[in-house]
């Protein structure tokens, strides 16, 4: 990262001022917090849980948009291009919970983020951020994680393997490299079903023009078909195995990705984002039980909850998948569990436990 | 009389009381269906109008030696605590809310304006009263180990003082309610795992602190020359909510007509009997709007102890159904007016105070006089039913 060092002391000697502050403050405000009583002068001060306003929705294709969202209080803006937030926005008074990639830069002094969606067929909450959400909207947020980031400076070669909204994480570190003018030898293969829903294409033209060691293959697949990696990948870059890559997009694209590079034992060298929480703490594994289905699942100690759950085809509710949101809570009837983010255990009966930062130490039972 | 069997006490066949359940396990789905916009909205509304309120009255008492400030400030104040002590924290922690997927006002994490700390309360209100409601030497909550307020529980000499011990507890409501959980009893015979009890003290302690500074220290500090008054109008207003909280909590299982149940009825009890002895155990009372609000919207008991985790502001729409339901299956439902069921619950404590044989009672003698030497142990009870609310407890 560009933080400097004199950056990194201002801010060091700041926040444990502004601690102080806090907990100062809290002594009036216990048992809530000061900013439960600030947030409502403003509801953007709150740093208890991120908040953001939304400043405006940009349409990129007919189905897809940029929302530029205007963080509230305790947002550090010192994210890593590529890395993912999350959002909870209302719907009929209900938190509903996705992570998306940002697409902006990052850098602090334009004091706003943007996150790129398209609105996908089944997903109600995509359509409604895409075309629901009105200017001024306050929408809850979840700070940027993720390990789907470059290194600085970048691979002398690099390959960016992206499908459809794919772009979004990989279009964040296209233009951090342009910002830092480290722009190495790039190559995009970018697969969208026709032009006009490919999101950035005349940004990732102008960049082209700009910096000529970047360029784009355009795969448009409705035409076309989709691309083959096995087959296809050493026509459109010879030179695939040379090169440092970072793939987003469907999982099937994926998945043939991390098979292509394992086989020719070149694992190391790509990097893919699969939405997923980098959690420490290893627990025990186990059989989870899914009490109401009956369906058994035997997994690792580092599989959560909720993907053992997905993985056995049980329906799981879900939301931010950091732990944030509780929408994923369910109840587990007996057993023994990690939270995978502090290692601390629970184990009694019927207790509720939050099923994407927690993990099996031996059989669990969940009711669901 | 303690009941043994629902079931006999209604004179209502197996299939009947099955039947009821289905029917009140419908008004649950139809509540659970609808849950939206609007009620979200009812919730955030309360939450921002308590917060100004609390905020108002801290303002108000920076000038509390005028007599107006002093009032008024206390007033807003003491309003505030009663709003958030009844209508969101209680039924916060409930998880009444929880559908909103909102982690701001979610059971998990809400700690509420007064001594005990929110876990604590999870475990000894929604998991011990909600599940054994009434049930003899199961729930806790029959007198607070305080009075005696059931002919069934033995007489003891002690209980001679219950007029003033029922004073001290309306007064000091908060501080009782902070150490119901911890079992004095047990701690008392050396009964109680001393790790557990140095968590809870320790959780009661670090709680305490922070209360007792905010209300006698820091604001009468910030009110400069005001500092005493300041002081006194904060006392005040936590006596309203105590003695608020303790008329409204009475009134919800200490009238007559709220009945009580040996701990036979507990065998194999059914959901729809878990449903029944609700509904013959609590008590509502009647009265406006604000007064619902002001109260939690406890005053719909019978309706809050069927359906612990549905919004409060539904139990309303919820009642009319539920009534129906009584007098189709001819079950008595308690209700009247406030000081009605009030004056109902003094005059059973101080009957209580004295021996049975020197007081009436409308229904037979019980049979023999029922004593547990001690509280049980969650180890000792029926496992936990989810419907009461979760209780989780943290490790710190």
């Given amino acids: 990262m560009a933080t400097t060092e004199a950056q990194e002391t201002t801010r060091a000697a700041r926040i444990p001022d502004w601690q102080t502050v806090r907990d100062m403050a809290a002594r009036l405000t216990t048992p809530l917090h000061p900013d439960d009583y600030l947030s409502l002068i403003n509801p953007l001060w709150s740093a208890r849980e991120l908040r953001g306003r939304i400043e405006r929705v940009t349409p990129e294709t007919d189905d897809a948009a940029t929302l530029v969202i205007k963080p509230g209080w305790g947002w550090s803006f010192d994210h890593e291009a590529g890395q993912y937030i999350g959002i909870g926005v209302e719907v009929d008074g209900r938190y509903h919970w996705r992570s998306y990639s940002l697409s902006s ?7 706003t983020i943007t996150i790129t969606v398209r609105a996908m067929p089944e997903g109600f909450l ?56 480290t722009m190495p030898d790039a190559l995009v293969v ?148 990690k939270d995978l983010r502090n290692g601390e255990e629970h184990q009694e009966p019927n207790e509720a436990v939050q099923t994407c930062i927690t993990a099996a130490c031996g059989d669990v039972t969940l009711n669901i | 009389m303690a009941i043994s069997d629902v079931k006999e006490y209604t004179h209502l066949s197996e299939e009947q009381v099955e039947e009821l359940g289905r029917e009140l396990d419908a008004i649950r789905e139809e509540i659970e269906q609808s849950r939206g916009a609007a009620d979200a909205a009812y919730i955030n509304r309360l939450i921002t109008i308590q917060r100004r309120l609390a905020a108002a009255g801290r303002v108000t008492l920076f000038a509390s030696r005028y007599k107006p400030a002093f009032f008024a400030g206390a007033t807003m104040l003491g309003i505030a605590k009663i709003l958030e002590n009844m209508e969101i924290g209680h039924n916060v922690m409930h998880g009444q809310w929880d559908w909103m997927n909102d982690p701001e006002i979610h059971s998990s994490n809400w700690e509420w304006d007064t001594a005990q700390p929110a876990e604590q309360w999870k475990h000894s209100h929604n998991y011990v009263h909600h599940q054994f409601t009434n049930v003899l030497g199961h729930d806790n909550d029959i007198g607070y180990g305080v009075l005696r307020m059931a002919r069934e529980q033995k007489w003891h000499p002690v209980n001679i003082g219950q007029p003033v011990y029922n004073a001290l507890l309306a ?58 008054s300041t002081m006194k109008a904060n006392a005040l207003a936590n006596l309203m909510r105590n003695v608020w909280s303790y008329t409204i909590i009475f009134c919800g299982h200490f009238p007559d007509g709220a009945l009580h149940f040996t701990e036979e009825e507990l065998e194999d009890e059914t959901r729809a009997e878990w449903y029944l002895r609700q509904m013959l155990g609590s008590a509502n009372f009647t009265g406006s709007k604000l007064l619902h609000i002001m109260s939690g919207n406890l005053g719909f008991q019978i309706e809050h102890h069927l359906f612990p985790d549905l919004p409060s502001n539904r139990y309303a729409e919820i009642a009319v159904k539920v009534r129906e339901l009584c007098e189709r299956y001819d079950i008595p439902y308690t209700t009247g007016p406030l000081h009605k069921q009030y004056g109902q619950v003094l005059r059973t404590i101080h009957k209580l105070a004295l021996p049975n044989k020197m007081t009436s009672d409308d229904g037979p003698e019980p049979p023999s006089g029922f004593h547990r030497q001690r509280r049980l142990t969650d180890e000792e009870r029926p496992v936990r039913r989810l419907e009461t609310g979760t209780y989780i407890r943290r490790s710190a």
Wanted: aromatic share 6%.
């Fill in chain 2, 171 to 228: 007064l000091l409501f908060q501080w009782g309610v902070s150490l119901h959980d911890l079992d004095l009893e047990a701690i008392r015979k050396r009964r109680k795992d001393p790790k557990e009890m140095k968590r809870q003290l320790r959780q009661i302690g670090r709680k305490v602190r922070r209360q007792f500074a905010k209300d006698y220290v820091v604001y009468p500090l910030l009110s400069g020359p005001n500092a005493i």
């Fill in chain 1, 105 to 111: 830069v990052p850098r602090r002094d334009k004091r």
């Fill in chain 1, 190 to 337: 970018y697969s969208s079903p026709t032009e006009d829903r490919m999101i950035f294409r005349d940004e990732l033209r102008e960049l082209h023009e700009k910096h000529p060691t970047l360029t784009v293959v355009q795969r448009f697949t409705d035409e076309e078909g989709m691309l083959d990696l096995a087959t296809d990948l050493e026509k459109v870059c010879p030179d695939w195995r040379e090169r440092g890559t970072w793939a987003c997009g469907p999982a099937p694209m994926l998945d043939a990705a991390e098979e292509l590079w394992a086989a020719a034992g070149l694992d190391k060298q790509l990097h893919l984002e699969r939405f997923s929480l980098e959690l420490g703490g290893d627990a025990e594994g186990g059989t989870i039980t899914f009490a109401n289905s009956g369906k058994r699942v035997e997994v690792d100690g580092a599989t959560t909850l909720l993907e053992a759950g997905e993985q056995a085809g049980v329906g799981m509710p879900y939301g931010c998948r950091i732990g944030i949101c509780h929408t994923c809570t369910l109840t587990m009837a007996s057993g023994r569990i």
């Fill in chain 1, 126 to 181: 995509s359509d409604h951020l895409v075309r629901g959400l009105e200017p001024g909207t306050i929408v809850r947020l979840a700070a940027p994680a993720g390990e789907f980031t470059l290194p600085d400076p970048p691979p002398a070669k690099t390959l960016f393997l992206v499908a459809g909204s794919g772009i979004t994480p990989v279009m964040s570190m296209l233009r951090t490299l342009d910002r830092r003018d």
